[in-house]
């Protein structure tokens, strides 16, 4: 089976993780997001925030996980497969920050693609800072247009997900999908 491969994309604090564990409750197969686990673990090596120490380090950490996720969800036998995240967010991140980065991120980006990418806006009245959240709202609206233009440049259409309850959003990217 050859699963469709769906982002969910945004900056931090657009409810992609409560879309995402809503798809879960409906039964969707759904990958998550891997920076926090690379976050955690960074703590637990006694750096408190690997991407703003060692951005690089945690790009690559990032890009390998996501490329892992990539390959398990070609692997899935759902018709439908979603990721909090995709590759080219962390290119994103990367120009957000103006580092730069090794080619084979690009490539990497280029090689793995997926089906659909729903992206989210920033919503002010949703956003909140939390321990691997270091982002104020106005630098998760840069981060968003960094996105949109990294997606936009690997040759994607990207779907906005409006604004609306947890409900009203999961069935406005089901129904897109049923759509297409």
Not at 74 to 87: K, N, Q, Y
Not at 152 to 169: C, E, H, K, M, N
């Amino acid at each position: 089976m050859n699963p469709k491969k769906i982002v969910i994309a945004g900056g931090p604090g657009t409810g992609k993780t409560t879309l995402i564990n809503a798809l879960k409750k409906r039964n969707f197969k759904c990958f998550d997001e891997v920076s926090r686990q690379i976050t955690l673990q960074a703590r637990q090596d006694g750096i408190e925030q690997l991407f703003l120490t060692e951005p690089l380090l945690f790009s690559e950490k990032l890009l390998e996980g996501r490329i892992q996720q990539f390959k398990d969800a070609a692997e899935a036998t759902e018709a439908f497969v979603f990721l909090d995240r995709g590759l080219p967010d962390v290119i994103a991140y990367m120009d957000f920050i103006g580092d730069s980065y090794p080619q084979h991120f690009v490539e990497a980006c280029a090689q793995y693609t997926y089906d659909y990418i729903f992206i989210l806006a920033p919503w002010k009245a949703i956003f909140t800072s939390d321990n691997e959240r270091y982002e104020n709202f106005e630098e998760a609206t840069k981060i968003h247009q960094h996105l949109i233009a990294t997606y936009t440049r690997f040759g994607y259409q990207l779907i906005d997900v409006p604004f609306g309850s947890v409900a009203t959003r999961t069935d406005f990217i089901l129904e897109s999908l049923t759509l297409q």
